[in-house]
């Protein structure tokens, strides 16, 4: 009886700590931490294998710009503008827009 006690208590704290490993893998990753890695002159190609592929993109397809978006459900967003040959011009965090497109010269 003690030893069968004993084993249910092992289990339940395996368990225990199995769910706590879940829970610490589930988190969301740190923006930039993973906006560090995109660098200007990288092109589109790299970016998405290094960050997954965009949630967004916008703008004509020589001049685009595509969003990302790590945390608090689709709200907190990431854009990397890049230019005619598809080289990272400029990343900043917030959405895509005409006016930063401008200012990047891709408009």
Known sequence: MLKSKACGAVG?????VGLNGCSVLSKDPDPQQYMSRVK??????????S????????????SPCTEYAFQKHGTDR?????????????????ACN??????????
Do not use: C
């Not at 990431?78 to 917030?94: D, G, I, K, M």
């Open 40 to 49: 200007i002159g990288m092109t589109r190609a790299d970016v998405e294998d």
């Open 12 to 16: 339940l704290v395996l368990i225990v």
């Open 78 to 94: 990431w854009s990397v503008y890049y230019n005619n040959q598809n080289r990272v011009l400029f990343t900043e965090h917030a």
């Open 98 to 107: 005409v006016q930063r497109a401008k200012q990047v010269g891709l408009r």
């Open 51 to 62: 960050l997954g592929p965009p949630d967004g993109n916008w703008g004509p397809w020589y």
